[in-house]
């Protein structure tokens, strides 16, 4: 069947090194943002977030750094492992002032590590 | 664990027939989305709801409608399905925020609708 990861970037890397996946978002009143992973054929699985009053926020083997100035998120994945292939999403979302907001996402990065 | 459960995996249906997909979660979250992810676009919200009997549209409502009854379960309605709707279909929850900020969304494992 038709892979969600068809037509997007790709980043290729080595087991064992360190992958750097970029995201440039457009809102600049989001202030909520977060990394998915997703595997071929399962939804998408919760990796990390960061709120706009941080700039820096470390989980397992990961980090997520926000430079608000110029809209953009990264996402570091140390010491990649090949379990760690898969397509990555970031997320944003505005304060809710009032009302709902909505997660917007963005279009995705393959990632693939190869042994 | 926090469980999103989709009623099918795979589905294949005709044009014209009324669709149903079925989303319930287990955690007791106030919101539910659904969501299509296709190719290249990623993915786009049709339709959101933030307590029982309210809904709100998101990005692409058309062709679509949702019904909440229960808190736990969200159902995604495809009236007459046609072709172009062939896609994944992705459910989330979440809980609602007491501070402003945004939440993660927890996803289901989604469906794969075929429409014939």
């Known amino acids: 069947g038709e892979s969600v990861g068809l037509h997007l970037p790709t980043l290729s890397v080595q087991e064992g090194d360190n992958s750097i996946i970029n995201c440039a978002y457009s809102?600049?009143?989001?202030?909520?943002f977060i990394w998915y992973k997703q595997e071929s054929g399962k939804g998408p699985q919760f990796i990390i977030d960061i709120r706009s009053n941080m700039d820096k926020r470390q989980g397992q083997r990961v980090t997520v750094l926000l430079n608000k100035t110029v809209k953009h998120l990264s996402l570091q994945i140390a010491a990649t492992q090949p379990g760690d292939s898969a397509v990555y999403f970031c997320a944003e979302m505005p304060l809710m002032n009032s009302g709902y907001s909505t997660l917007t996402f963005g279009k995705g990065t393959m990632l693939l590590v190869s042994p | 664990d926090v469980k999103v459960t989709q009623s099918s995996r795979y589905l294949v249906k005709r044009t014209g027939e009324k669709v149903f997909l079925e989303c319930v979660q287990d955690m007791d979250h106030e919101n539910m989305f659904w969501y299509r992810q296709d190719p290249g676009l990623g993915l786009r919200l049709i339709y959101f709801?933030?307590?029982?009997?309210?809904?709100e549209k998101g990005d692409i409502p058309e062709g679509y409608s949702v019904s909440r009854e229960k808190k736990e379960r969200f159902s995604l309605i495809l009236e007459s399905a046609s072709t172009n709707q062939t896609s994944m279909y992705l459910c989330?929850?979440?809980?609602?925020?007491?501070?402003?900020?945004?939440?993660?969304?927890?996803f289901g494992p989604g469906t794969r609708l075929t429409v014939l």
């Open positions: 809102n600049s009143a989001s202030d909520y």
């Open positions: 989330a929850s979440s809980p609602h925020s007491g501070d402003g900020f945004g939440n993660e969304q927890f």
């Open positions: 709801s933030y307590d029982v009997k309210m809904k």
